[in-house]
């Protein structure tokens, strides 16, 4: 049985990964507000300031 190995990736690579990653969670939250606007929802959005 092989162990596997965590090789770290050069920073170019894992960033690009991070910044898709954003992208990706962006787009997502840009859709869940849509949704919650059309079916009339109130939108609540923490603030980290009053924690």
């Known amino acids: 049985m092989k162990k ?3 090789k770290p990736q050069p920073v ?3 960033e690009a990964a991070l910044r898709a990653e ?3 969670l962006r787009m997502e ?3 869940l507000k ?3 606007a059309l079916r009339g929802e109130a939108i609540f ?3 980290s300031r009053f924690i």
């Open 22 to 24: 954003n992208e990706r």
């Open 45 to 47: 959005v923490p603030c």
């Open 34 to 36: 849509k949704l919650q």
């Open 4 to 6: 596997e190995t965590n």
């Open 12 to 14: 170019e690579e894992s």
């Open 29 to 31: 939250n840009a859709y």
